[in-house]
Protein backbone atom coordinates (compact mmCIF):
# COMPACT_ATOMS: atom_id res chain seq x y z
CA UNK A 1 0.00 0.00 0.00
CA UNK A 2 1.66 3.53 -0.94
CA UNK A 3 -0.34 6.63 -1.06
CA UNK A 4 1.42 10.19 -1.46
CA UNK A 5 2.45 10.74 2.63
CA UNK A 6 4.30 7.72 2.55
CA UNK A 7 6.08 8.31 -0.71
CA UNK A 8 7.26 12.21 0.46
CA UNK A 9 8.13 10.51 3.62
CA UNK A 10 11.98 10.40 3.92
CA UNK A 11 12.69 6.28 4.80
CA UNK A 12 15.86 4.49 5.31
CA UNK A 13 17.55 3.21 1.66
CA UNK A 14 19.13 0.55 1.42
CA UNK A 15 22.61 0.57 0.11
CA UNK A 16 22.04 0.03 -3.83
CA UNK A 17 23.66 -3.45 -3.76
CA UNK A 18 21.51 -4.77 -1.10
CA UNK A 19 18.62 -3.66 -3.00
CA UNK A 20 19.66 -5.90 -6.59
CA UNK A 21 19.80 -8.77 -4.14
CA UNK A 22 16.88 -11.57 -5.22
CA UNK A 23 16.25 -13.04 -1.78
CA UNK A 24 17.39 -16.97 -2.05
CA UNK A 25 14.19 -19.13 -2.97
CA UNK A 26 14.01 -22.10 -0.50
CA UNK A 27 12.51 -25.63 -1.87
CA UNK A 28 8.50 -25.72 -1.73
CA UNK A 29 6.99 -28.51 0.73
CA UNK A 30 3.24 -28.10 -0.36
CA UNK A 31 1.71 -27.84 -3.85
CA UNK A 32 -0.30 -24.93 -4.95
CA UNK A 33 -3.13 -25.12 -2.80
CA UNK A 34 -1.43 -25.42 0.31
CA UNK A 35 -1.81 -29.47 0.46
CA UNK A 36 1.78 -30.88 2.25
CA UNK A 37 3.64 -33.13 -0.58
CA UNK A 38 6.03 -35.22 -0.33
CA UNK A 39 9.58 -33.37 -0.32
CA UNK A 40 11.79 -33.88 -2.94
CA UNK A 41 13.20 -30.63 -3.22
CA UNK A 42 15.68 -29.45 -0.90
CA UNK A 43 18.08 -32.37 -1.45
CA UNK A 44 17.54 -33.46 2.11
CA UNK A 45 18.46 -37.10 3.26
CA UNK A 46 15.21 -39.43 2.77
CA UNK A 47 16.51 -41.62 5.67
CA UNK A 48 16.09 -38.85 8.04
CA UNK A 49 19.18 -38.45 10.54
CA UNK A 50 20.65 -40.84 12.81
CA UNK A 51 18.68 -42.20 15.64
CA UNK A 52 21.97 -40.96 17.78
CA UNK A 53 21.86 -37.64 17.27
CA UNK A 54 17.97 -37.52 18.22
CA UNK A 55 18.88 -38.95 21.36
CA UNK A 56 21.73 -36.40 21.86
CA UNK A 57 19.38 -33.56 20.85
CA UNK A 58 17.42 -34.11 24.48
CA UNK A 59 20.23 -33.91 26.53
CA UNK A 60 22.08 -30.80 25.01
CA UNK A 61 22.10 -27.78 27.67
CA UNK A 62 20.35 -24.87 26.93
CA UNK A 63 22.28 -22.18 28.19
CA UNK A 64 25.19 -20.53 25.61
CA UNK A 65 26.80 -22.95 23.70
CA UNK A 66 30.47 -23.05 23.55
CA UNK A 67 31.61 -20.19 21.20
CA UNK A 68 34.73 -22.36 19.22
CA UNK A 69 32.62 -25.92 19.00
CA UNK A 70 35.71 -27.09 20.16
CA UNK A 71 34.55 -31.05 20.94
CA UNK A 72 33.37 -30.46 16.96
CA UNK A 73 35.87 -28.91 15.46
CA UNK A 74 38.22 -31.38 17.23
CA UNK A 75 36.54 -34.37 16.26
CA UNK A 76 35.98 -33.17 12.69
CA UNK A 77 39.58 -32.35 12.07
CA UNK A 78 40.21 -35.92 13.31
CA UNK A 79 38.24 -37.51 10.81
CA UNK A 80 39.94 -35.88 7.87
CA UNK A 81 43.37 -36.01 9.38
CA UNK A 82 43.59 -32.39 9.59
CA UNK A 83 44.47 -29.72 12.19
CA UNK A 84 41.43 -28.50 14.65
CA UNK A 85 43.31 -25.05 14.50
CA UNK A 86 42.51 -24.80 10.68
CA UNK A 87 38.38 -25.92 10.76
CA UNK A 88 35.71 -23.20 11.45
CA UNK A 89 32.52 -23.81 12.04
CA UNK A 90 29.56 -21.61 10.57
CA UNK A 91 25.62 -21.40 11.13
CA UNK A 92 25.41 -23.72 7.93
CA UNK A 93 27.96 -23.89 5.09
CA UNK A 94 25.85 -20.89 3.88
CA UNK A 95 27.25 -18.53 6.99
CA UNK A 96 31.00 -19.02 5.99
CA UNK A 97 30.28 -19.07 2.13
CA UNK A 98 28.82 -15.43 3.14
CA UNK A 99 32.18 -15.02 5.60
CA UNK A 100 34.00 -15.70 2.38
CA UNK A 101 33.15 -13.02 0.26
CA UNK A 102 32.50 -10.65 2.96
CA UNK A 103 36.30 -11.34 4.27
CA UNK A 104 38.03 -10.93 1.24
CA UNK A 105 35.79 -8.76 -1.53
CA UNK A 106 34.05 -5.52 -1.38
CA UNK A 107 32.41 -2.45 -3.93
CA UNK A 108 34.79 -2.74 -7.16
CA UNK A 109 35.90 -6.21 -6.57
CA UNK A 110 34.32 -9.28 -8.49
CA UNK A 111 33.80 -12.85 -7.50
CA UNK A 112 33.55 -15.14 -10.21
CA UNK A 113 30.97 -18.50 -10.05
CA UNK A 114 29.55 -20.65 -12.79
CA UNK A 115 26.23 -20.09 -14.62
CA UNK A 116 23.68 -22.48 -12.99
CA UNK A 117 25.78 -23.07 -9.91
CA UNK A 118 24.70 -22.61 -6.27
CA UNK A 119 22.16 -19.70 -5.53
CA UNK A 120 24.39 -18.45 -2.53
CA UNK A 121 27.07 -17.47 -4.82
CA UNK A 122 25.18 -14.42 -6.17
CA UNK A 123 23.79 -13.50 -2.72
CA UNK A 124 27.13 -13.75 -0.98
CA UNK A 125 28.81 -11.65 -3.65
CA UNK A 126 26.12 -8.66 -3.27
CA UNK A 127 25.77 -8.56 0.07
CA UNK A 128 29.43 -7.25 0.51
CA UNK A 129 28.83 -5.13 -2.26
CA UNK A 130 31.25 -6.58 -5.01
CA UNK A 131 29.85 -7.32 -8.39
CA UNK A 132 29.20 -11.06 -9.37
CA UNK A 133 30.77 -11.66 -12.66
CA UNK A 134 29.30 -15.53 -14.06
CA UNK A 135 31.49 -18.44 -16.55
CA UNK A 136 29.73 -20.03 -19.02
CA UNK A 137 28.92 -23.51 -18.44
CA UNK A 138 30.04 -26.67 -20.38
CA UNK A 139 26.99 -28.53 -21.02
CA UNK A 140 25.88 -27.55 -17.87
CA UNK A 141 28.92 -28.15 -15.92
CA UNK A 142 32.05 -26.38 -14.66
CA UNK A 143 34.51 -25.32 -17.25
CA UNK A 144 37.93 -24.61 -15.16
CA UNK A 145 39.00 -22.34 -18.74
CA UNK A 146 36.05 -20.44 -18.86
CA UNK A 147 36.40 -19.78 -14.65
CA UNK A 148 40.14 -19.19 -15.26
CA UNK A 149 39.46 -16.31 -18.70
CA UNK A 150 37.34 -14.31 -16.06
CA UNK A 151 40.41 -13.64 -13.81
CA UNK A 152 41.10 -9.86 -13.91
CA UNK A 153 43.48 -7.94 -11.74
CA UNK A 154 39.61 -7.40 -9.75
CA UNK A 155 38.77 -10.65 -9.04
CA UNK A 156 39.26 -11.70 -5.06
CA UNK A 157 36.97 -14.99 -4.33
CA UNK A 158 35.80 -17.69 -7.14
CA UNK A 159 33.27 -20.29 -5.72
CA UNK A 160 33.02 -23.93 -6.93
CA UNK A 161 30.69 -26.31 -5.68
CA UNK A 162 31.94 -30.05 -6.65
CA UNK A 163 29.37 -31.52 -6.91
CA UNK A 164 27.68 -28.81 -8.63
CA UNK A 165 23.88 -27.81 -7.33
CA UNK A 166 21.89 -27.59 -9.03
CA UNK A 167 23.22 -29.88 -12.20
CA UNK A 168 24.78 -32.34 -10.08
CA UNK A 169 27.97 -31.76 -11.97
CA UNK A 170 31.73 -32.81 -10.75
CA UNK A 171 35.20 -32.20 -12.01
CA UNK A 172 37.60 -34.74 -11.22
CA UNK A 173 40.62 -33.57 -8.84
CA UNK A 174 42.80 -32.62 -11.79
CA UNK A 175 40.65 -29.74 -12.95
CA UNK A 176 40.12 -28.85 -9.54
CA UNK A 177 44.20 -28.59 -9.29
CA UNK A 178 43.87 -26.77 -13.13
CA UNK A 179 41.60 -24.20 -11.50
CA UNK A 180 44.12 -23.74 -8.93
CA UNK A 181 47.00 -23.48 -10.34
CA UNK A 182 45.70 -21.08 -12.81
CA UNK A 183 44.13 -18.64 -10.20
CA UNK A 184 47.19 -15.46 -8.53
CA UNK A 185 48.03 -16.30 -5.31
CA UNK A 186 46.17 -13.70 -3.76
CA UNK A 187 42.75 -14.91 -5.20
CA UNK A 188 40.34 -17.09 -2.53
CA UNK A 189 39.68 -20.17 -4.59
CA UNK A 190 36.10 -21.48 -2.37
CA UNK A 191 35.40 -25.11 -3.02
CA UNK A 192 32.02 -26.09 -1.57
CA UNK A 193 31.56 -29.91 -0.79
CA UNK A 194 28.37 -29.60 0.30
CA UNK A 195 27.70 -33.10 -1.11
CA UNK A 196 31.35 -34.36 -0.79
CA UNK A 197 30.18 -37.79 1.25
CA UNK A 198 28.33 -38.58 -1.54
CA UNK A 199 31.37 -38.81 -3.95
CA UNK A 200 33.20 -42.28 -4.16
CA UNK A 201 36.25 -42.16 -1.85
CA UNK A 202 38.48 -42.95 -5.27
CA UNK A 203 36.73 -39.99 -7.18
CA UNK A 204 38.07 -37.19 -4.53
CA UNK A 205 38.38 -34.01 -5.89
CA UNK A 206 41.65 -32.95 -3.73
CA UNK A 207 40.06 -30.23 -2.06
CA UNK A 208 41.17 -30.86 1.20
CA UNK A 209 44.59 -31.35 0.51
CA UNK A 210 45.22 -28.51 -1.66
CA UNK A 211 43.28 -26.44 1.35
CA UNK A 212 45.83 -27.76 3.44
CA UNK A 213 49.11 -27.60 1.48
CA UNK A 214 47.67 -23.71 -0.05
CA UNK A 215 47.09 -20.35 1.33
CA UNK A 216 44.47 -19.20 -1.01
CA UNK A 217 42.25 -22.54 -1.01
CA UNK A 218 38.80 -22.79 1.26
CA UNK A 219 36.98 -25.68 1.42
CA UNK A 220 33.40 -25.83 3.11
CA UNK A 221 31.41 -28.82 4.30
CA UNK A 222 27.95 -29.03 5.80
CA UNK A 223 25.77 -31.17 8.18
CA UNK A 224 22.64 -30.09 6.16
CA UNK A 225 22.71 -33.05 3.38
CA UNK A 226 24.38 -36.84 4.35
CA UNK A 227 24.22 -35.90 7.84
CA UNK A 228 20.28 -35.11 7.83
CA UNK A 229 20.82 -32.39 10.33
CA UNK A 230 19.79 -29.26 7.86
CA UNK A 231 17.36 -28.29 11.15
CA UNK A 232 20.05 -27.29 13.12
CA UNK A 233 22.41 -24.81 10.37
CA UNK A 234 25.97 -26.53 10.99
CA UNK A 235 28.51 -26.05 8.46
CA UNK A 236 32.38 -25.85 8.23
CA UNK A 237 35.47 -24.95 6.76
CA UNK A 238 38.96 -25.55 6.58
CA UNK A 239 41.89 -23.56 5.40
CA UNK A 240 45.18 -22.14 6.06
CA UNK A 241 45.51 -20.12 9.65
CA UNK A 242 44.65 -16.68 7.95
CA UNK A 243 41.88 -17.61 6.26
CA UNK A 244 40.12 -19.03 9.23
CA UNK A 245 41.24 -16.06 11.28
CA UNK A 246 39.59 -13.87 9.07
CA UNK A 247 36.18 -16.06 9.26
CA UNK A 248 36.37 -16.25 13.34
CA UNK A 249 36.72 -12.71 13.07
CA UNK A 250 33.61 -12.07 11.28
CA UNK A 251 31.24 -15.09 12.14
CA UNK A 252 28.97 -15.28 15.20
CA UNK A 253 29.66 -15.86 17.98
CA UNK A 254 27.91 -18.20 18.98
CA UNK A 255 27.45 -19.43 15.57
CA UNK A 256 26.11 -22.99 16.28
CA UNK A 257 23.61 -24.18 19.15
CA UNK A 258 24.17 -26.30 22.02
CA UNK A 259 21.62 -28.50 20.33
CA UNK A 260 23.49 -28.49 16.63
CA UNK A 261 26.80 -29.17 18.18
CA UNK A 262 25.71 -32.05 20.55
CA UNK A 263 23.90 -33.69 17.31
CA UNK A 264 26.56 -33.30 14.78
CA UNK A 265 29.28 -34.70 17.13
CA UNK A 266 27.25 -37.99 17.71
CA UNK A 267 26.15 -37.79 13.61
CA UNK A 268 29.84 -37.95 13.09
CA UNK A 269 30.26 -41.08 15.23
CA UNK A 270 27.68 -42.75 13.81
CA UNK A 271 29.32 -44.21 10.31
CA UNK A 272 26.91 -46.89 9.50
CA UNK A 273 24.17 -44.22 8.99
CA UNK A 274 26.20 -42.29 6.80
CA UNK A 275 27.64 -45.53 4.79
CA UNK A 276 23.39 -46.54 4.47
CA UNK A 277 22.95 -42.97 3.37
CA UNK A 278 25.65 -42.99 0.77
CA UNK A 279 24.80 -46.44 -0.23
CA UNK A 280 20.99 -45.89 -0.72
CA UNK A 281 22.09 -42.85 -2.78
CA UNK A 282 24.17 -44.04 -4.96
CA UNK A 283 21.90 -47.30 -6.23
CA UNK A 284 18.58 -44.98 -6.17
CA UNK A 285 19.93 -42.54 -7.97
CA UNK A 286 21.47 -45.06 -10.98
CA UNK A 287 17.58 -47.03 -10.64
CA UNK A 288 16.27 -43.90 -11.40
CA UNK A 289 18.96 -42.22 -14.03
CA UNK A 290 18.22 -45.66 -15.90
CA UNK A 291 14.77 -45.19 -15.79
CA UNK A 292 14.49 -42.03 -17.22
CA UNK A 293 17.17 -42.48 -19.81
CA UNK A 294 14.45 -44.97 -21.17
CA UNK A 295 12.23 -42.18 -21.92
CA UNK A 296 15.32 -40.17 -23.88
CA UNK A 297 13.14 -40.51 -26.88
CA UNK A 298 10.32 -38.85 -25.40
CA UNK A 299 13.04 -35.49 -24.33
CA UNK A 300 14.00 -36.35 -21.20
CA UNK A 301 17.42 -36.35 -20.42
CA UNK A 302 19.01 -36.84 -16.57
CA UNK A 303 22.14 -35.23 -16.18
CA UNK A 304 25.08 -37.60 -14.63
CA UNK A 305 25.18 -36.87 -11.18
CA UNK A 306 27.25 -36.84 -8.22
CA UNK A 307 25.33 -35.94 -5.93
CA UNK A 308 21.80 -36.75 -4.05
CA UNK A 309 19.62 -34.84 -6.77
CA UNK A 310 19.61 -35.53 -10.55
CA UNK A 311 18.82 -32.57 -12.55
CA UNK A 312 16.70 -33.78 -15.36
CA UNK A 313 16.35 -31.53 -18.57
CA UNK A 314 13.04 -31.49 -20.44
CA UNK A 315 13.69 -31.33 -24.37
CA UNK A 316 10.13 -32.72 -26.05
CA UNK A 317 6.60 -32.33 -26.02
CA UNK A 318 6.50 -32.66 -22.38
CA UNK A 319 7.57 -29.45 -20.74
CA UNK A 320 9.45 -28.93 -16.61
CA UNK A 321 6.82 -27.14 -16.08
CA UNK A 322 4.16 -29.67 -16.96
CA UNK A 323 5.94 -32.31 -15.36
CA UNK A 324 6.54 -29.96 -12.08
CA UNK A 325 2.45 -29.87 -11.87
CA UNK A 326 1.60 -33.54 -12.86
CA UNK A 327 4.10 -34.57 -10.18
CA UNK A 328 1.94 -32.62 -7.46
CA UNK A 329 -1.04 -34.03 -8.73
CA UNK A 330 0.81 -37.35 -7.70
CA UNK A 331 2.10 -35.92 -4.02
CA UNK A 332 5.55 -34.48 -4.95
CA UNK A 333 7.34 -31.68 -4.91
CA UNK A 334 10.28 -31.14 -6.70
CA UNK A 335 12.55 -28.48 -7.86
CA UNK A 336 11.56 -26.21 -11.23
CA UNK A 337 14.14 -23.86 -11.76
CA UNK A 338 13.13 -20.94 -14.56
CA UNK A 339 14.59 -18.23 -11.69
CA UNK A 340 18.00 -19.27 -11.99
CA UNK A 341 17.65 -19.79 -16.18
CA UNK A 342 16.70 -23.39 -16.16
CA UNK A 343 12.71 -23.32 -17.00
CA UNK A 344 13.21 -26.36 -18.89
CA UNK A 345 14.60 -28.70 -15.81
CA UNK A 346 13.55 -30.09 -12.58
CA UNK A 347 15.82 -30.86 -10.09
CA UNK A 348 14.97 -34.08 -8.39
CA UNK A 349 15.94 -34.80 -4.96
CA UNK A 350 16.80 -39.04 -4.57
CA UNK A 351 14.48 -40.14 -2.47
CA UNK A 352 13.00 -43.34 -0.70
CA UNK A 353 12.90 -46.29 -3.34
CA UNK A 354 8.95 -45.96 -3.47
CA UNK A 355 9.02 -42.81 -4.09
CA UNK A 356 11.34 -42.44 -6.77
CA UNK A 357 9.66 -45.40 -8.43
CA UNK A 358 6.01 -43.27 -8.82
CA UNK A 359 7.66 -40.57 -9.75
CA UNK A 360 9.55 -42.26 -12.37
CA UNK A 361 6.34 -43.78 -13.41
CA UNK A 362 4.48 -40.23 -13.25
CA UNK A 363 7.41 -38.94 -15.87
CA UNK A 364 6.84 -41.67 -18.23
CA UNK A 365 2.78 -41.60 -18.29
CA UNK A 366 2.92 -37.83 -18.98
CA UNK A 367 5.76 -37.96 -21.76
CA UNK A 368 4.01 -40.78 -23.42
CA UNK A 369 0.64 -38.80 -23.23
CA UNK A 370 2.00 -35.21 -24.07
CA UNK A 371 3.30 -36.97 -27.71
C1 LIG B 1 22.78 -27.38 0.41
C2 LIG B 1 24.02 -26.68 -0.02
C3 LIG B 1 24.83 -26.05 0.92
C4 LIG B 1 24.54 -26.21 2.38
O1 LIG B 1 24.00 -25.14 2.96
P1 LIG B 1 23.86 -25.13 4.56
O2 LIG B 1 23.83 -23.69 4.82
O3 LIG B 1 25.07 -25.81 5.12
O4 LIG B 1 22.60 -25.86 4.87
C5 LIG B 1 25.99 -25.43 0.50
N1 LIG B 1 26.34 -25.45 -0.79
C6 LIG B 1 25.61 -26.08 -1.72
C7 LIG B 1 26.08 -26.13 -3.12
C8 LIG B 1 24.41 -26.69 -1.36
O5 LIG B 1 23.66 -27.28 -2.28
Known sequence: MTDSSTLSTP?????????????????????????????????????????????????????????????????IAAKHGLDAARVVMGTGSDELLNLAAQGYAGPGD??????????????????????????????????????????????????????NNPTGSYLPGGEIARLHAGLPADVLLVIDQAY?????????????????????????????????????????????PGLIATLNRIRG???????????ALAALADDAFVEAS????????????????????????????????VLVLFEGALTAEAAFDGLAERGYVVRWLPGQGLPQALRITIGKSEDMDVIAEGLREMAEAAQ
Not at 114 to 142: K, N, Q
Not at 150 to 155: A, D, F, G, Q
Request: charged fraction near 20%.
Open 253 to 263: PFNVSSTGQAM
Open 196 to 240: GEYVAAEDDDGALALAEAHANVLVTRTFSKIFGLAGERIGWATGA
Open 110 to 163: DVIYVRYGFSVYDIAARRCGATPVVAPDLDFGTDVDALLALVTERTRVVFVANP
Open 278 to 309: RVHNRDERARFVAKLEALGNHGLRPLPSEANF
Open 11 to 75: APQPKPWIEAIHAYVPGKSKGKDGRPLIKLSANENPLGTSAAALEARAQAPALYPDPDSTALRTT
